[in-house]
């Protein structure tokens, strides 16, 4: 028997993170035994992150699921009997419809998010489908709504800094962002900057790998940037370091913030943030002469309950001192705005007219999805279609969560990988593919390359693409239109063709060809300035700085909050991203599990609590409780505590940190406060 040769294929991860890799598979008789990032790809640069290196284990896991399941257990226990894709498809065509004449459209609710970050797959046919049912408009706020409203409002776009130009900076300061952990393809071009002599700087209430790597370490009290970067501002101005001819030409409303910062002297600022009012001062300084100055922002800041605020305040920061004039100054929370698709093609929101329901249907808000499933009424949801998310492990208020999904009256449908918490409540689970085995389109968030991926490898099983299941629901629910018969192609051609200069020249055939191509954001071989001045970024010309928006005031959950709540409740729960994890993508894997069980205390609140290294403990507040393993440790400030975030529920054999946050939302944009959370906790 001769061996078939070894085949290697392009793709691109779909994992919602800012890196966006480019991927070589190495096939051999129709299976991936190889991936790797694609060497030539200038952010990829020929690495992959830990957990991506190994996606092929979770490709081909014993536990991923292979066929349309129907619920037979109790609801919440995962047991399920295969059933054939006809009669699964029919079954939930046949209660959406019966939920629809009884209840309305409004009573369906899809729940989606962040699975996949292709276009064709994540946002395109599954929207098309739930606009012309008019099914309630799910608001998707829980990562980073807060942040880009705020960005917007100030800049008028979404466009940051070129990851590749971090290199030329000579001062870098990562605001809530674990770089290490969650970015980590920006890391060389750090590392290759302070080569050359540049500072590194991290300021976040934990002091995590990127925060130990880092020349300073700023330990800020949760959600106190907005006053930090008021300190800075104001030290800015009084040692007359500002940018005045910048400012003139392209910021209006820059003697409101002259007027706020005036009283937040670095005295005040250090009483809120904890940092010595010294350092503020020696950072403000330092950010204002070291140049370039690259402030990498993400969305750490922003899950606090005045985290558009502190967005404002410190995207101001490059504004004030001219930074964005300098290659590898200015500051990069997303680029998302540089890809200027046409999204209307891809989604048709138009197609809401022809539901019947003669008026936008109602908008539910993500992450109130426990209250949404308990309490909504007029009509109740009455249909839940959940894909490419597992809000029964990544929604905050979970107890609440899981009370709406154990509801008898409510129909559930999981589109999924693997049996998930979320996936255990289904009535019906629907085996998708992953994005090594699908056709999409990818935007990034952390660089300018668009990219295109067809399937490396076969579908498993019965598993099918997200577009090819909403497709057929589409005709089973009879719904006419073209659009509906378009194919994946004919939707990435759409998408294209937006007209918009960026994208121009951008065809399907050529990034069918070359995998990936860089947006025209600047003439080629030429480096992206957005708004260094001449043609600048922001479509009105100017920034706005609303200063009213930009006065502090603490988080009801914090330490200078509610005082009856703190009394109760006196430490400060942060969970961000686990480095092992990506969301609950892989938390079906030991380690992340492991990983996610630890609760970091330092030793002065362990002490007064009597817990010692390793002593299991509860953490708990008026939501629920979870119990996790207490490490003591001064990677956190006294008064703060950190678990990591999205564990899987049954992994812990219990609740999560989410049964802890708080489902309130964010000053503007309404985001998620996952970061705005007080708990106290007791040794078991
Ligand atoms: N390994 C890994 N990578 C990921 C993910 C993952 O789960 N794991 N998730 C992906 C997703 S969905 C996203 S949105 C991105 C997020 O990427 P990041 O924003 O970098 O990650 P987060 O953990 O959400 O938060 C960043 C940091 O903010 C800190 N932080 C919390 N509160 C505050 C505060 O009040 N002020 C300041 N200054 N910092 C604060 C946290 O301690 C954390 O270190 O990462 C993506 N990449
Ligand atoms: N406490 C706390 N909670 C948090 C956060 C935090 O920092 N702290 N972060 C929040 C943030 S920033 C985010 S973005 C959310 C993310 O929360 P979710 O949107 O729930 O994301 P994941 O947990 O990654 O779940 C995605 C699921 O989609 C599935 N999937 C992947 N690709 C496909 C596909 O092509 N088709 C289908 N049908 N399914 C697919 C995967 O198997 C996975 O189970 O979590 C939030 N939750
Ligand atoms: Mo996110």
């Given at each position: 028997m001769g061996s078939t040769a070894a085949e290697v294929r392009r793709s691109v991860c779909a994992l919602d993170c800012p890196d966006t890799c480019s991927l070589l598979v190495t096939v051999e008789n129709?299976?991936?035994?190889?991936?790797?990032?694609?060497?030539?790809?200038?952010?990829?640069?020929?690495?992959?992150?830990?957990?991506?290196?190994?996606?092929?284990?979770?490709?081909?896991?014993?536990?991923?699921?292979?066929?349309?399941?129907?619920?037979?257990?109790?609801?919440?226990?995962?047991?399920?009997?295969?059933?054939?894709?006809?009669?699964?498809?029919?079954?939930?065509?046949?209660?959406?419809?019966?939920?629809?004449?009884?209840?309305?459209?409004?009573?369906?609710?899809?729940?989606?998010?962040?699975?996949?970050?292709?276009?064709?797959?994540?946002?395109?046919?599954?929207?098309?489908?739930?606009?012309?049912?008019?099914?309630?408009?799910?608001?998707?706020?829980?990562?980073?709504?807060?942040?880009?409203?705020?960005?917007?409002?100030?800049?008028?776009?979404?466009?940051?800094?070129?990851?590749?130009?971090?290199?030329?900076?000579?001062?870098?300061?990562?605001?809530?962002?674990?770089?290490?952990?969650?970015?980590?393809?920006?890391?060389?071009?750090?590392?290759?900057a302070r080569r050359n002599g540049a500072r590194f700087y991290v300021i976040d209430p934990v002091r995590n790998r990127t925060g130990e790597a880092a020349d300073r370490h700023y330990a800020i009290h949760p959600g106190t940037d907005l006053a930090l970067a008021l300190g800075m501002i104001h030290v800015i101005l009084r040692e007359k370091l500002h940018d005045a001819a910048y400012l003139e030409a392209y910021a209006e409303g820059f003697d409101g913030l002259r007027a706020l910062a005036e009283r937040y002297p670095p005295e005040r600022a250090s009483e809120l943030t904890g940092i010595p009012a010294g350092e503020i001062v020696e950072l403000a300084v330092e950010y204002a002469t070291m140049r370039p100055a690259a402030i990498r922002l993400n969305y750490g800041l922003q899950r606090c309950e005045r985290g558009a605020a502190a967005v404002r305040a410190v995207t101001l920061l490059p504004v004030l001192?001219?930074?964005?004039?300098?290659?590898?100054?200015?500051?990069?929370?997303?680029?998302?705005?540089?890809?200027?698709?046409?999204?209307?093609?891809?989604?048709?929101?138009?197609?809401?007219?022809?539901?019947?329901?003669?008026?936008?249907?109602?908008?539910?808000?993500?992450?109130?999805?426990?209250?949404?499933?308990?309490?909504?009424?007029?009509?109740?949801?009455?249909?839940?279609?959940?894909?490419?998310?597992?809000?029964?492990?990544?929604?905050?208020?979970?107890?609440?969560?899981?009370?709406?999904?154990?509801?008898?009256?409510?129909?559930?449908?999981?589109?999924?990988?693997?049996?998930?918490?979320?996936?255990?409540?289904?009535?019906?689970?629907?085996?998708?593919?992953?994005?090594?085995?699908?056709?999409?389109?990818?935007?990034?968030?952390?660089?300018?390359?668009?990219?295109?991926?067809r399937p490396a490898l076969p579908a498993p099983g019965e598993a099918r693409p997200n577009f090819r299941i909403f497709q057929e629901l589409a005709q089973r629910l009879g719904f006419e239109e073209d659009?509906?018969?378009?194919?994946?192609?004919?939707?990435?051609?759409?998408?294209?063709?937006?007209?918009?200069?960026?994208?121009?020249?951008?065809?399907?055939?050529?990034?069918?060809?070359?995998?990936?191509?860089?947006?025209?954001?600047?003439?080629?071989?030429?480096?992206?300035?957005?708004?260094?001045?001449?043609?600048?970024?922001?479509?009105?010309?100017?920034?706005?700085?609303?200063?009213?928006?930009?006065?502090?005031?603490?988080?009801?959950?914090?330490?200078?909050?509610?005082?009856?709540?703190?009394?109760?409740?006196?430490?400060?729960?942060?969970?961000?991203?686990?480095?092992?994890?990506?969301?609950?993508?892989?938390?079906y894997r030991d380690e992340v599990a492991a990983r996610c069980r630890i609760l970091e205390i330092h030793p002065e609140d362990a002490a007064r609590r009597g817990i010692g290294d390793g002593d299991a403990v509860r953490v708990f507040n008026s939501r629920g409780s979870c119990r996790l393993s207490a490490k003591v440790s001064d990677a956190v400030a006294p008064g703060v505590v950190c678990a990591r975030a999205a564990a899987w529920r049954k992994k812990l054999s219990g609740p999560t940190p989410n049964a802890l946050t708080s489902d309130a939302l964010t000053d503007e944009g309404e985001g998620a406060v996952f970061y705005s959370c007080l708990v106290e906790v007791e040794r078991c």
């Amino acid at each position: 028997m001769g061996s078939t040769a070894a085949e290697v294929r392009r793709s691109v991860c779909a994992l919602d993170c800012p890196d966006t890799c480019s991927l070589l598979v190495t096939v051999e008789n129709g299976r991936g035994v190889r991936l790797r990032g694609d060497p030539a790809h200038p952010v990829t640069r020929g690495f992959l992150c830990a957990k991506v290196a190994r996606y092929l284990e979770r490709e081909y896991s014993p536990i991923r699921l292979l066929r349309p399941l129907r619920r037979t257990g109790p609801k919440g226990r995962g047991e399920f009997e295969p059933i054939g894709w006809d009669e699964a498809l029919e079954e939930i065509a046949g209660r959406l419809r019966a939920v629809r004449e009884e209840w309305g459209p409004e009573a369906i609710l899809p729940y989606n998010y962040s699975g996949t970050m292709g276009l064709v797959q994540g946002a395109s046919m599954d929207r098309r489908f739930f606009h012309r049912l008019g099914a309630s408009r799910l608001l998707h706020t829980i990562c980073s709504e807060a942040g880009t409203t705020a960005l917007e409002a100030t800049y008028g776009c979404r466009l940051g800094v070129e990851p590749e130009q971090f290199r030329h900076a000579k001062l870098i300061l990562a605001w809530g962002a674990n770089i290490l952990g969650t970015n980590v393809h920006l890391w060389p071009f750090i590392v290759e900057a302070r080569r050359n002599g540049a500072r590194f700087y991290v300021i976040d209430p934990v002091r995590n790998r990127t925060g130990e790597a880092a020349d300073r370490h700023y330990a800020i009290h949760p959600g106190t940037d907005l006053a930090l970067a008021l300190g800075m501002i104001h030290v800015i101005l009084r040692e007359k370091l500002h940018d005045a001819a910048y400012l003139e030409a392209y910021a209006e409303g820059f003697d409101g913030l002259r007027a706020l910062a005036e009283r937040y002297p670095p005295e005040r600022a250090s009483e809120l943030t904890g940092i010595p009012a010294g350092e503020i001062v020696e950072l403000a300084v330092e950010y204002a002469t070291m140049r370039p100055a690259a402030i990498r922002l993400n969305y750490g800041l922003q899950r606090c309950e005045r985290g558009a605020a502190a967005v404002r305040a410190v995207t101001l920061l490059p504004v004030l001192t001219g930074a964005w004039r300098d290659l590898g100054g200015g500051m990069l929370l997303t680029t998302s705005g540089g890809f200027q698709l046409d999204f209307d093609a891809l989604t048709r929101p138009d197609l809401v007219e022809r539901s019947g329901l003669g008026r936008p249907p109602r908008s539910v808000n993500m992450v109130r999805l426990g209250r949404a499933l308990t309490e909504l009424d007029a009509p109740p949801v009455k249909a839940l279609v959940v894909y490419d998310a597992n809000p029964a492990a990544t929604a905050p208020r979970q107890e609440l969560v899981i009370e709406g999904l154990r509801r008898e009256d409510l129909f559930t449908v999981v589109i999924e990988h693997f049996p998930t918490d979320t996936a255990d409540y289904a009535d019906i689970v629907l085996p998708a593919t992953t994005f090594l085995e699908h056709t999409d389109l990818y935007l990034s968030y952390g660089h300018y390359y668009l990219q295109m991926a067809r399937p490396a490898l076969p579908a498993p099983g019965e598993a099918r693409p997200n577009f090819r299941i909403f497709q057929e629901l589409a005709q089973r629910l009879g719904f006419e239109e073209d659009c509906f018969r378009n194919s994946e192609d004919d939707v990435i051609r759409q998408a294209l063709a937006s007209g918009h200069p960026y994208l121009e020249g951008i065809t399907l055939e050529r990034l069918e060809r070359e995998g990936s191509v860089r947006l025209n954001v600047s003439p080629p071989g030429q480096p992206f300035l957005p708004f260094a001045g001449g043609e600048f970024g922001a479509p009105s010309g100017k920034y706005v700085i609303d200063a009213v928006k930009l006065e502090y005031a603490p988080p009801v959950e914090s330490r200078r909050g509610d005082e009856a709540l703190r009394r109760r409740y006196p430490l400060e729960l942060v969970t961000p991203k686990s480095d092992e994890g990506l969301s609950s993508t892989f938390s079906y894997r030991d380690e992340v599990a492991a990983r996610c069980r630890i609760l970091e205390i330092h030793p002065e609140d362990a002490a007064r609590r009597g817990i010692g290294d390793g002593d299991a403990v509860r953490v708990f507040n008026s939501r629920g409780s979870c119990r996790l393993s207490a490490k003591v440790s001064d990677a956190v400030a006294p008064g703060v505590v950190c678990a990591r975030a999205a564990a899987w529920r049954k992994k812990l054999s219990g609740p999560t940190p989410n049964a802890l946050t708080s489902d309130a939302l964010t000053d503007e944009g309404e985001g998620a406060v996952f970061y705005s959370c007080l708990v106290e906790v007791e040794r078991c």
